[in-house]
């Protein structure tokens, strides 16, 4: 089993969809990232947080530490926001090591 | 400000070669990590290097070594090359605290052994 385990593992929504990946860990962390992968690969830090919820734009995202899980919201999606996003944690006692899921492919259409 | 950048972009290498990938850190940050991304899978932690020293290592054999300069920047390199090495290779750098921080990632080296 995967320390980090995302569902779904694809999702296709229509334009203007409210959209939720999940994101469970089995370990005990310090951080809990959401990365944005394009194709071509380049990866984009879209959050971390140990706890709570952030907010940025049309992105959210909620973290509980007691359930070992966190989520990552798109409202409004937009075509733009079809990517793969990944859920990655730092584990305590690995400075900066990140551990990965293997990702939610996200399609968005008109 | 530049951010992380990697070099080359792609690469194709005939098994038993040798590779060394490059990477240059965001400015300001002194720790630099290398991950192996195979074809829809996440990336898996290599290693990880702070003050010229691997600092913490992931579950790959001895042919995966690597290098930290004075500048932070850093190298990546791959031994004996095998066909299931190819990958997308990911460089990302992140300031030493002490605690968590957030890490700044580059647009990989596509690497293709034939």
């Known amino acids: 089993k995967n320390e980090v385990e995302q569902s779904p593992q694809n999702l296709t929504a229509q334009e203007g969809e409210f959209i939720t990946i999940n994101c469970s860990y089995s370990v005990g962390i310090s951080a809990l990232h959401w990365l944005q992968q394009h194709p071509g690969g380049g990866i984009v830090s879209l959050f971390m947080l140990s706890s709570g919820k952030k907010k940025h734009g049309r992105l959210i995202a909620t973290i509980n530490i007691q359930e070992k899980h966190s989520s990552l919201h798109i409202t409004a999606s937009h075509p733009r926001d079809s990517a793969v996003y990944i859920c990655?944690?730092?584990?305590?006692?690995?400075?900066?090591?990140?551990?990965f899921g293997t990702g939610t492919r996200l399609q968005v259409t008109l | 400000d530049a951010g992380v950048t990697q070099s080359p972009t792609h690469l194709i290498k005939t098994r038993g070669q040798q590779v060394t990938l490059r990477c240059s850190p965001k400015?300001?940050?002194?720790?630099v990590s290398w991950y192996q991304q195979a074809l829809g899978q996440g990336p898996q932690f290599i290693f990880q290097?702070?003050?010229?020293?691997?600092?913490q290592r992931g579950n790959f054999p001895d042919r995966f070594s690597g290098h930290q300069f004075p500048n932070y920047s850093s190298e990546l390199n791959v031994n004996a090359l095998l066909l299931g090495d190819s990958a997308l290779y990911l460089c990302?750098?992140?300031?030493?605290?002490?605690?968590?921080?957030?890490?700044?990632f580059g647009q990989g080296t596509r690497l293709t052994v034939v």
């Open positions: 990302a750098s992140s300031l030493n605290q002490g605690w968590d921080t957030e890490a700044f």
């Open positions: 400015s300001g940050h002194d720790t």
């Open positions: 290097y702070y003050e010229e020293e691997e600092r």
């Open positions: 990655a944690v730092s584990p305590k006692g690995s400075a900066s090591k990140l551990t």
